[in-house]
């Protein structure tokens, strides 16, 4: 009876590939982290991985959501969610992964101001408009 159970460990040596996703706020739930590792946008160490593979500290991972891709290192684990300030603690981000992820966001920022929406619809003359005007395009 000299072994602590594994609940009062505070630093577990291993974790779930999933838990540990959640617990570094990477994903509202564990089932949302789940469904992504098995969709394949999570790789471990360059590999496609499922849930349940266990994480160690130092692991590279590679996390993709949407047009992000996410590349950073395992610094810590911890088996219970924990506040946001806290959970940056668990991962480093790569420099490259850093610098790429806000050139995107800068991008995306440009073109969304680029698409001219209008501030209303379109009403019959406008739609008539449209129409002469893709008739001659094709």
Same mark, same amino acid.
């Given at each position: 009876?000299s072994?602590?159970?594994?609940?009062?460990?505070?630093?577990?040596?291993?974790?779930?590939?999933?838990?540990?996703?959640?617990?570094a706020?990477?994903?509202?739930?564990?089932?949302l982290?789940?469904?992504?590792v098995?969709g394949?946008?999570?790789?471990?160490?360059?590999?496609?991985?499922?849930?349940a593979?266990?994480?160690?500290?130092?692991?590279?991972?590679?996390?993709t959501?949407?047009?992000?891709? =996410?590349e950073?290192? =395992?610094?810590g684990?911890?088996?219970?969610r924990?506040?946001?300030?806290?959970?940056?603690?668990?991962?480093?981000?790569?420099?490259?992964?850093?610098e790429?992820?806000?050139?995107?966001?800068?991008e995306?920022?440009?073109l969304?101001?680029?698409?001219?929406?209008?501030?209303?619809?379109?009403?019959?003359?406008?739609?008539r408009?449209?129409?002469?005007?893709?008739?001659?395009?094709g």
């Amino acid at each position: 009876m000299s072994s602590k159970p594994a609940a009062s460990q505070p630093h577990p040596e291993k974790q779930r590939l999933d838990k540990w996703l959640w617990a570094a706020r990477f994903f509202k739930t564990r089932s949302l982290a789940s469904e992504a590792v098995q969709g394949g946008k999570v790789h471990l160490n360059g590999h496609r991985v499922k849930p349940a593979t266990t994480v160690h500290i130092g692991d590279q991972l590679s996390i993709t959501r949407g047009q992000v891709e =996410i590349e950073l290192s =395992i610094l810590g684990l911890c088996k219970q969610r924990r506040p946001a300030n806290e959970a940056v603690l668990l991962y480093e981000e790569s420099a490259d992964s850093a610098e790429r992820r806000q050139q995107q966001a800068t991008e995306r920022r440009l073109l969304a101001g680029s698409d001219p929406s209008p501030n209303r619809r379109p009403n019959k003359k406008d739609r008539r408009h449209i129409i002469r005007f893709q008739r001659k395009q094709g």
